[in-house]
């Protein structure tokens, strides 16, 4: 089959071994093959938004002759049960799409579910969700792929709000001991430096651009360490 990009690598490289997963906006449904070929997963649930993706991935699953994968076309989880699956791939959607998907599943809250999350756009949004929801980022990692930095969250729900700096926002539990790692922090003091001086002469947003360039002086100060 096709080789998975690096940030689908990355993915599949934190599904726990044997887990019944959900993945959520398939696509092409090229993780979900890769899950069972590998016998990484044990059943997929794949569902899409849209019926062209799906129709998509119900060829790929054919071609690659891909059993225990059931397609479905709903709304995030709304069709999936949560007897069905230990662990919930939603990636490739912006932090606010990915945060909405969570809020309306009523069985998200369970200690025993694994989330596997990757924000395209609004990391912090979403990890603003997740610490004010009760959920814990247990572990975060951080890649490149094709020229663009992005991260993975592993998350579960904890039931304690999570007390954080206002930078954690925007680095999670990324460090800046790796490259990816650095690389991801600059992206993240880059777009709010940006932010910043993009207020810096507006005086209604005087608490906003007070905001971002905080949040900037804390992000450099991790890059400076690192140098």
Not at 122 to 130: A, C, K, N, T
Not at 187 to 212: D, F, G, H, W
């Amino acid at each position: 089959m096709k080789a998975l990009s690096r940030r689908l690598e990355v993915i599949a490289s934190l599904i726990p071994q044997g887990a019944k997963v959900c993945d959520v906006g398939t696509d092409h449904g090229y993780l979900p093959i890769y899950l069972l070929k590998s016998g990484k997963a044990s059943k997929v649930i794949a569902t899409d938004i849209r019926l062209k993706p799906l129709n998509t991935a119900k060829s790929n699953i054919e071609k690659f002759g891909v059993g225990n994968i059931e397609l479905r076309l709903c709304d995030g989880l709304e069709a999936v049960s949560s007897t069905e699956a230990d662990t919930v791939i939603i990636a490739g959607m912006g932090g606010e799409v990915i945060s909405g998907i969570i809020e309306r599943c009523v069985w998200a809250k369970d200690t025993h579910k694994t989330f596997i999350l990757q924000p395209m756009t609004s990391p912090e949004i979403l990890r603003s969700f997740l610490f004010s929801s009760g959920f814990e980022i247990i572990f975060e990692k951080p890649l490149e792929d094709n020229g663009k930095i992005y991260s993975v969250i592993t998350a579960v729900f904890s039931g304690k709000p999570y007390r954080y700096k206002a930078y954690e926002l925007f680095t999670g539990k990324i460090s800046a001991d790796t490259d990816e790692g650095f690389k991801y922090i600059k992206k993240q003091y880059n777009r709010c430096s940006e932010c910043a001086e993009s207020l810096k002469s507006i005086t209604s947003k005087t608490e906003e651009y007070t905001y971002y360039q905080s949040i900037s002086d804390a992000l450099n100060e991790l890059l400076q360490e690192k140098k």
